[in-house]
Nanobody, 124 residues
Framework: QVQLVESGGGLVQAGGSLRLSCAAS????????MGWFRQAPGKEREFVAI????????YYADSVKGRFTISRDNTKNTVHLQMNSLKPDDTAVYYC?????????????????WGQGTQVTVSS
């Protein structure tokens, strides 16, 4: 069982930056694919960024490519999402998720464990 706790959300002006963190419990964290997803009001949960178990591979949604960076530290059981050049359209609840299969995939339905989410609000 893995428990995930996100932090780092908040209110920021357009063009600003935020760094989200996800702290994971459990000894098998280093074998899991980790992802960040987001859900805006009235919309479905969507893929933002994914990182492979060893950090060698990363994937981003087109809408955040070049602005967001996902990283992980398996020695500290943490995953981060650095968000730069934020836009009002980035406003959403951001979730950290773990896929115990270790396969890199973007569908939220494939992820086994989820955090409680952290709110990111970008004002114009």
């Amino acid at each position: 069982q893995v428990q995930l706790v996100e932090s780092g959300g908040g209110l920021v002006q357009a063009g600003g930056s935020l760094r989200l963190s996800c702290a994971a419990s459990g000894r098998t964290f280093s074998s899991y694919t980790m992802g960040w997803f987001r859900q805006a009001p009235g919309k479905e949960r969507e893929f933002v960024a994914i990182i492979s178990w060893n950090g060698d591979s990363t994937y981003y949604a087109d809408s955040v490519k070049g602005r967001f960076t996902i990283s992980r530290d398996n020695t500290k059981n943490t995953v981060h999402l650095q968000m730069n050049s934020l836009k009002p359209d980035d406003t959403a609840v951001y979730y950290c998720a773990a896929d115990r299969s270790g396969v890199v995939r973007s569908s939220p339905n494939e992820y086994n464990y989820w955090g409680q989410g952290t709110q990111v609000t970008v004002s114009s």
